[in-house]
């Protein structure tokens, strides 16, 4: 089954740095609550970045109406929060070039 997924980055508690989006497969759809793994890169063999544990919580799951070539499930997953924008580049990288979601950076 194919997902649309969500997630804002953040540098610090209120430096807004973008925001990752795109579309996973998965075995069944994740439950609020449920951690989805980001540890092993479907692309490629990128190392973890430092200050990301490669998991992100699901804070909910929105079931939408859809055409067939979107995902009718979107999972919107908890905010990612880092210490620097070297850090949050860093993990935006990772995601976009191990999982292929798009990144849009708001600096």
């Known amino acids: 089954m194919k997902i649309s997924i969500d ?13 990752v989006s ?5 075995a069944a759809i994740p439950t609020q609550g449920a951690l989805i793994s980001f540890q092993f890169p479907l692309a490629g063999t990128l190392p973890l970045p430092q200050n990301f544990d490669g998991q992100l919580r699901v804070a909910s799951v929105i079931f939408r109406p859809s055409l067939e070539e979107e995902a009718p499930v979107m999972v919107m997953l908890e905010d990612l ?3 620097s924008v070297k ?3 860093e993990a935006a990288e990772y ?7 798009a990144v849009d ?3």
């Open 95 to 101: 995601l976009t070039h191990g999982f292929h979601l």
């Open 87 to 89: 850090d949050a580049k």
């Open 81 to 83: 929060v880092f210490d």
């Open 7 to 19: 997630a804002s980055i953040f540098v610090g508690s209120d430096t807004a740095y973008g925001r």
């Open 22 to 26: 795109g579309y996973l497969a998965v």
């Open 105 to 107: 950076e708001y600096q």
